[in-house]
């Protein structure tokens, strides 16, 4: 698995997201032309080389013109929705901004078609989110996975005057996060980063281990005295204790339920706020339950780490009254992802190998793109890009 885990020892914004995985290989040009479909107007992306400590490392700036005008939660909803970005940016995007939508609403107490906040407005909020998630997926990260945050100290000034850190959206938006302080007076973790991590992370902990294949250097607003204002993200594909046969193995999760009274519409938003949440599958097997009564087992396969949170989920978006749950090994293929020239341009492989064993994939998502934009079949698609 293709992952990037998030180094937040010195906080994380939309700034230092988009610096770190620039600095780890993501073209800017790419980036600003994949942002073009959003159609936003009047802002440039800047890249600099600056030093935060001693440490050398790569700071975005969106420059926006001045004054300018603030827009509704509903208008970002509908800029995002609208916008030709591919349908599982939207969602992500989506996803974050509602995130930051719900914490300022219960901050402020207001009802959200009225929220209406310079700080959820501005041009660069909307790129910092949306291109991170571009570059995210322009690397091909299948996982992402993040260290707890730095909030940092001391107060912050907002529109409404001075406030403890972290801010009081921040607050909220962290919550179920592991997080910590070091000390340090100035506000490290801002409402934009903690969303961008807090919806795309799967978990929280340490350095995954991995194999690292790049590290990318993101600079903060900040030159500190007590650490370098960096987030830093490695790059790389996961591993695990491998076998003598080349198969590795590692401990999950099995998470189930059985549900008998459910509108059977639900089931498909559930699955992908799973799988947004972490989950590793999620399966349905139609059960005969008490009283002859038809349902389902709901089951989620989920890094112990995540498992909590795939819970939370189950309690709050189904009509359960209790669940199950148990670790377990499971042993797999070691895989990894390569990107091929084909006819239709670039493609991403999913290559599975083992000794006197292997076989390459096509990403499902990069051939259902190459059948929209040539019309072709999607299975003809498919055949012609297979490898065996």
Do not use: W
Not at 144 to 171: C, D, F, I, K, Y
Not at 329 to 357: D, M, N, Q
């Amino acid at each position: 698995m293709r992952i990037a885990y998030f180094d937040c020892f010195s906080g994380i914004s939309g700034d230092m997201c988009l610096g770190a995985l620039v600095d780890a290989g993501v073209s800017l040009e790419e980036i600003r032309r994949r942002l073009g479909a959003l159609g936003l107007a009047s802002y440039k992306l800047r890249r600099r080389r600056v030093k935060r400590g001693g440490i050398s490392a790569t700071k975005i700036d969106v420059i926006v013109p001045r004054n300018e005008p603030p827009r509704k939660a509903s208008e970002i909803t509908n800029l995002i929705g609208r916008s030709k970005l591919p349908e599982h940016i939207k969602r992500k995007g989506l996803r974050i901004f509602r995130k930051l939508f719900q914490a300022e609403k219960k901050v402020h107490g207001v009802r959200l078609k009225d929220l209406h906040l310079h700080e959820l407005s501005a041009t660069d909020c909307i790129v910092d989110i949306i291109g991170t998630l571009l570059c995210l997926d322009m690397l091909g990260i299948e996982e992402v996975r993040a260290s707890p945050l730095n909030l940092g100290g001391g107060t912050v000034q907002t529109e409404h005057g001075l406030m403890p850190v972290p801010a009081p959206a921040t607050a909220q938006i962290i919550m179920g996060i592991p997080v910590f302080s070091s000390g340090i007076q100035r506000e490290l973790t801002t409402p934009t980063g903690a969303a961008i991590i807090a919806e795309t992370a799967a978990s929280f902990g340490h350095c995954p281990r991995m194999t690292v294949t790049a590290i990318g250097v993101g600079a903060g607003g900040y030159d500190l005295e007590e650490q370098p204002n960096i987030l830093r993200i490695f790059i790389g594909d996961e591993t695990g204790p491998a076998r003598e046969d080349g198969k590795t193995a590692e401990r999950i999760t099995v998470i189930e339920t059985n549900i008998d009274d459910m509108n059977p519409q639900v089931y498909e938003y559930l699955m992908e706020r799973l799988f947004g949440a972490g989950a590793l599958d999620v399966f349905l097997t139609t059960v005969i339950m008490k009283k002859s009564r038809p349902g389902v087992l709901l089951r989620v396969l989920v890094h112990p780490a995540s498992s909590r949170r795939i819970m939370d989920i189950l309690f709050e978006e189904t009509t359960t009254l209790g669940i199950r749950f148990h670790e377990t090994e499971r042993i797999c293929l070691e895989r990894r992802t390569e990107e091929v020239s084909t006819e239709f341009g670039p493609v991403r492989y999913k290559v599975v190998t083992a000794e006197g064993y292997g076989r390459a994939v096509p990403e499902y998502e990069d051939c259902r793109r190459i059948a929209e934009t040539t019309g072709l079949p999607l299975v003809d698609v498919m055949k012609k890009l297979s490898r065996g």
